[in-house]
C-alpha cells in the first residue's frame, strides 16, 4: 500500500471511530443568526416556547383533570396526603411535564411522582403487556432524579402525577406540554365519539385505544400483512401474529378485559359492534413483520340501546357495581 | 511506533471507550441491590404498593448494609409488626413500618368511578377549548396588526 493511501485509510477509520453525530435542523428568521440560536444547538431539549404572554396559568387542585398546555401550580393550604393530576392530551399527542420550581420536603415524606400512564383501583393503563417499559420505569420521583432530569415524558397520550405534601405552604410548578407522535399507540379517547386510525409500523408491540363509555365500533379497514393470507385465517386468531380485538370491561387494566372480537384477516367494508361496557378497547397485536393499520369509528350507545342490550342477553358480561 | 498500528491502536481504544453506559455494572453492592429490588417486584408482581414498600425496604438495606457489608447473612425486619431493636435505630425502620401499616391507603392508585373520570376529561376538555379560542383570537389579533 502506498504512502497516501495508506494515510487516507488511517484516516478514514479514526474518524469512524471518533465521530458521532446528531442532525439539528435550525431555523433562522430574518437571516439573522443569534448567539441564543447557536447555543441551542448544545442544548439537547429543542423547546417549543411560547411568548410570555401566552402561556396558560392556573392553580392546580388535589384532584384534577388536565387537557391544556401550561404552567399549573400547586400550594398546600393544608397538608394533603393524597393527590393525584391527570393529564390527557390528544390521541396524536404525548405529554411532557417539566419541574418549573419545587419546595416540598422530601425527607419530610414529601414526593411527588409522575406516572407514565393512568391508574385507577389499582389498574394501569397502558398494561405491562402493552407498555414498553417495566413497571418500576414508569413512575419516576422527584426525589430521586427530579433534580438532574426536570423534564419527564410519557409514552402515550396520558399520564399522572402524585404528590404528598405534609407541610402547608409547599408548593411546585410544573409545565404540561403535549408534543407530537407520529405513530401513536396506547390511547385514551377524550371523547365517546370518534374516529382513528392505528399503524403499527413493523414494531413488535401491543397498542390499545381505550373509550372509557359504552360504543358501537364500526371497522371500517383492516390491513394485517402485507398479503391476505388465506392460509393464516384458517389458523384462527390464536395461531397469528399479527391480529386485532376488541376488549370490554369496567376497569382500566386491558389484560383483565374480557374479549369480544377477534379479527384477524384483513378486510375493507364496515364491521359493527356495540359493546356496553364502562371501557371499550380496540387492541392491535403485532408481530413486527408487517406494517398494521386498523381504522374505525366509535359513537356513544344511547340509554335506550343499552338497555335493549340488557333485555337481549342472557348473562351480563359487564356488571355494573 | 509505525504510524498503522497506532491507528489501530488509537481505532480499538476509541471503540471501547464508546461502550453503552447500560453494559457497565458495578460488582459490588448495588447489584445485589438491585437483585434484592428484582426479587421484591416480582414476588409482588404488578401490585403498586408493594412496589412503594420495596423501595422503602430498599432505601432503609442500603442505608444501613453499610454497616453489615461484612456479614453474609441480611437481617431482614419483620414487618409489618417489625419490634425497634435498639434505641439507636434510625428513622427509616420506623417510617417503614408506619408506611406498611398504611396498606389500605395506598397513595400510589386513586379510586375513581369511570362516572367521575368521564366529567372530569370534559371540564378539562371545555377548559382547552375555552383557552384554545381565546389564543387564536390572540394570534388573529396579532395578524391583523
Redesign the interface.
Known amino acids: 500500500m502506498s504512502g497516501t493511501s495508506?494515510?487516507q485509510l488511517?484516516f478514514l477509520?479514526?474518524s469512524v471511530?471518533?465521530l458521532?453525530g446528531h442532525a439539528r435542523f435550525l431555523d433562522i428568521q430574518d437571516n439573522d443568526i443569534s448567539p441564543e440560536g447557536l447555543l441551542s444547538l448544545l442544548n439537547s431539549e429543542l423547546k417549543r416556547e411560547l411568548p410570555e404572554e401566552?402561556v396558560?396559568r392556573r392553580a392546580l387542585r388535589c384532584?384534577?383533570?388536565?387537557?391544556?398546555e401550561?404552567q399549573f401550580t400547586f400550594t398546600a393550604e393544608r397538608p394533603q396526603?393524597?393527590c393525584?393530576v391527570?393529564f390527557?392530551g390528544e390521541p396524536s399527542d404525548i405529554i411532557s411535564i417539566e419541574y418549573d420550581s419545587v419546595n416540598i420536603d422530601c425527607r419530610g415524606?414529601d414526593f411527588i411522582?409522575v406516572?407514565d400512564g393512568w391508574?385507577?383501583?389499582?389498574e394501569?393503563f397502558p398494561s405491562?403487556q402493552d407498555h414498553p417499559l417495566p413497571?418500576?420505569e414508569r413512575?419516576s420521583d422527584y426525589c430521586e432524579t427530579g433534580v438532574t432530569r426536570p423534564i419527564v415524558r410519557s409514552s402515550q397520550n396520558v399520564a399522572m402525577l402524585?404528590f404528598?405534601l405534609h407541610q402547608s405552604g409547599s408548593s411546585f410548578t410544573v409545565t404540561f406540554r403535549k408534543l407530537i407522535n407520529p405513530f401513536p399507540c396506547n390511547v385514551v379517547s377524550?371523547?365517546p365519539e370518534g374516529s382513528f386510525t392505528m399503524i403499527i409500523p413493523q414494531q413488535h408491540r401491543n397498542c390499545s385505544f381505550s373509550i372509557?363509555?359504552p360504543v358501537e365500533i364500526q371497522i371500517g379497514e383492516l390491513s394485517l400483512g402485507q398479503h391476505n393470507d388465506l392460509r393464516r385465517s384458517i389458523l384462527g386468531c390464536a395461531g397469528s401474529g399479527d391480529f386485532v380485538e376488541l376488549l370490554g370491561g369496567?376497569g382500566m387494566d386491558t389484560s383483565k378485559m374480557y374479549p369480544m372480537a377477534d379479527l384477524c384477516y384483513s378486510f375493507n367494508g364496515p364491521a359493527q359492534m356495540k359493546v356496553g361496557c364502562?371501557?371499550t378497547v380496540v387492541r392491535m397485536v403485532s408481530s413486527g413483520k408487517f406494517v398494521n393499520r386498523v381504522s374505525f369509528q366509535y359513537r356513544l350507545l344511547g340509554h335506550q340501546e343499552l338497555q335493549q342490550m340488557k333485555g337481549n342477553s342472557v348473562e351480563d358480561v359487564c356488571l355494573r357495581a | 511506533m509505525k504510524p498503522v498500528p497506532l491507528v489501530l491502536l488509537i481505532t480499538s481504544v476509541l471503540l471501547t471507550t464508546h461502550i453503552p453506559l447500560s453494559t457497565c455494572r458495578p460488582r459490588d453492592l448495588s447489584l445485589m441491590n438491585s437483585q434484592l429490588d428484582d426479587v421484591l417486584l416480582n414476588r409482588a408482581g404488578d401490585d403498586a404498593m408493594s412496589y412503594l414498600v420495596g423501595e422503602k425496604l430498599l432505601q432503609y438495606l442500603q442505608r444501613n448494609l453499610g454497616a453489615q457489608k461484612a456479614g453474609g447473612v441480611l437481617h431482614l425486619p419483620h414487618f409489618p409488626t417489625a419490634q425497634l431493636r435498639s434505641p439507636h435505630e434510625d428513622n427509616s425502620l420506623e417510617e417503614l413500618t408506619e408506611f406498611s401499616k398504611r396498606n389500605d391507603d395506598p397513595p400510589i392508585s386513586i379510586d375513581l368511578t369511570f362516572h367521575l373520570l368521564r366529567n372530569m376529561i370534559e371540564m378539562a376538555r371545555n377548559e382547552n377549548q375555552r383557552e384554545q379560542a381565546g389564543l387564536n383570537r390572540k394570534y388573529l389579533d396579532e395578524a391583523g396588526k
Open positions: 495508506r494515510a488511517c477509520l479514526l471511530t471518533a458521532r401566552f396558560y384532584l384534577d383533570m388536565v387537557a391544556v401550561g396526603l393524597n393525584a391527570f390527557i415524606g411522582k406516572f391508574v385507577m383501583k389499582g394501569k405491562t413497571l418500576y413512575y402524585f404528598r377524550q371523547t372509557i363509555y369496567n364502562d371501557n
